[in-house]
């Protein structure tokens, strides 16, 4: 019996230095590097106030992004065969209450016409990545589309379902904030996390959501602007997520399946050795 | 006394490798769900023929509970039993942990690259005879409207391809037209993107919706111009019978 008593006091400790090791390698830092071949972006956790109005500021240094290639929009007229922006780079950050999502790309000239978007599912129902335009076999969701443009310097809270049905809400949340800096826009996207707004996508931390973007790079050739309306270059879906709070409680589960467990045992190892004994 | 653990246990083996590595020799993988349904029944008879009688019962259950009481060990086997009363709860907690922590990757997506057609496009045959004008009518367009995506070599590397995600087809791919006929084809060109059902989901596809912009006389010879560039042939109904 004391043999078996001291065994299990070898599995407490060993399983409490297991559970440490667990709550240590599964605490929520963000990764050092940036992903290569990202499916996803990552609003990270902060504590405080949020860059929102800084697209400079160092808070996103330590923030780890995403990238994506771009495509010219080619799905419905009027298409455009060559776009400006190949590629773009998305970070992101949250505090529970409040979002901001940092994109940067690469354009050589700073124009009135520059702009960018981000696009999100709304609600239950899956739609398509091209304004939520209807599908021909199964009804889709809506999109909401967050807008910005040099040009006003503002970002805006759309909505669309389907072609010639994109319009600004009328409720306002978003917000937009872009500097222009050796041929790179940053732009930054900020909002509340969940809104009052049915027409918006609410983000709650821990829950997947699909994301797309659009660029459109308003340079003036031969007195036309390049990219405007539906020329842009486009993403279609990726996921975002804003990521949750670290959640403890798992391991007070953890410690009470080991406790269990070695409590098993000993029930077992004493029935044994009081049946051998008999 | 180890002998009925020590059968089972190539018993169990046995069948493992028999499913896993020699069945595919001769037909399709087992899905990994099956094999453990077939080990969880092999596991069962073995526990039945162990439990019939009790001489063999003493036979298998005998040297598991004298391992377990630990009663007359020393060396190796008082570690060895050790080890198992360790290793046991800790799987216990990590099994716990895996079931209980949330998922950090992002949703897996189930698309079907080739979902049913709508009943209307199944059976349809190209109307237009494979000419040499009618094939290169059909390329012309093809360069026109599907190259900047699909590759002027049907390969799926045209110049705006990098973007895509799902990426244009490479019809030059045995996989991808050779395996459909020229009706599923019409299909995909005439309805594009928004005409995949729920199984196309997450509904990603680029493909323009081409019957807003091209007769179908183009669709067709458009099918034809892909076959012939990509050194392809449709799947045809004869094949199947």
């Known amino acids: ?278 | 006394m180890k002998g009925p653990i020590i059968s089972g246990a190539v018993i169990l083996a046995g069948v493992f490798i028999f499913l896993k590595f020699l069945l595919p020799l001769f037909t399709a993988p087992l899905p990994a769900s099956l094999i453990y349904l077939y080990l969880a029944l092999a596991l069962s008879g073995i526990m039945i023929y162990g439990t019939m009688s009790a001489p063999s019962l003493e036979a298998m259950m005998g040297p598991v509970y004298r391992f377990l009481s630990g009663q007359g060990q020393s060396g190796m086997g008082h570690m060895a039993r050790l080890a198992v009363l360790v290793m046991f709860p800790l799987l216990v907690g990590w099994q716990t942990y895996s079931s209980l922590a949330p998922s950090d990757l992002p949703p897996a997506e189930n698309r079907t690259i080739h979902p049913a057609p709508p009943g209307e496009f199944v059976g349809l045959s190209n109307p237009y005879p494979k000419t040499p004008e009618n094939i290169m009518m059909g390329k012309g367009l093809y360069a026109a409207y599907c190259s900047p995506c699909h590759g002027a070599n049907f390969d799926g590397k045209g110049t705006a391809a990098p973007g895509f995600n799902p990426p244009p087809a490479d019809f030059t791919d045995p996989g991808t037209i050779a395996q459909l006929q020229e009706a599923y084809l019409f299909w995909r060109i005439k309805k594009g993107g928004v005409g995949l059902p729920v199984e196309g989901m997450p509904w990603k596809s680029a493909m323009p919706r081409w019957e807003e912009e091209l007769p179908e006389e183009f669709i067709w010879k458009i099918i034809m111009g892909e076959y012939d560039g990509a050194h392809q042939s449709p799947r045809t109904w004869e094949e199947e019978e």
């Open chain 1, 1 to 278: 019996m004391l043999n078996g008593l001291g065994s299990l006091r070898t599995i407490s400790i060993i399983g409490l230095f297991g559970v440490l090791g667990f709550s240590s390698a599964f605490a929520s830092e963000p990764p050092a590097s940036e992903e290569p071949g990202s499916v996803s972006v990552r609003m990270y956790q902060l504590e405080g106030s949020l860059p929102v109005d800084d697209p400079n500021s160092s808070q996103w240094d330590s923030v780890p992004g995403s990238e994506f290639n771009l495509a010219p929009q080619v799905h419905w007229p009027p298409r455009i065969q060559e776009v400006t922006v190949k590629s773009v780079k998305a970070k992101g950050v949250h505090n529970g209450q409040e979002l901001a999502i940092l994109v940067e790309y690469d354009d050589p000239t700073e124009d009135a016409g520059d702009a960018a978007a981000l696009e999100f599912m709304v609600g239950d129902k899956p739609a398509h990545f091209a304004h939520g335009q209807e599908m021909l076999q199964v009804e889709g969701g809506p999109v909401n589309i967050w807008f910005w443009k040099k040009e006003s310097g503002q970002a805006v809270d759309m909505s669309a379902k389907g072609f010639k049905t994109l319009e600004t809400q009328p409720r306002q949340d978003v917000q937009g904030k872009g500097v222009w800096q050796n041929g790179t826009w940053k732009v930054v996207f900020s909002r509340l996390l969940k809104t009052e707004d049915e027409q918006d996508v609410q983000i709650e931390p821990g829950e997947w959501k699909s994301v797309a973007f659009a660029i459109w790079d308003g340079a003036i050739v031969d007195g036309l602007v390049k990219e405007k309306g539906g020329q842009k270059a486009v993403s279609t879906w990726w996921y975002i997520r804003a990521e949750p709070s670290a959640d403890n409680s798992i391991f007070g589960w953890v410690i009470l399946g080991l406790a269990l467990a070695a409590a098993f045992e000993l029930v077992i190892v004493r029935k044994l050795r009081k049946g051998q004994s008999v």
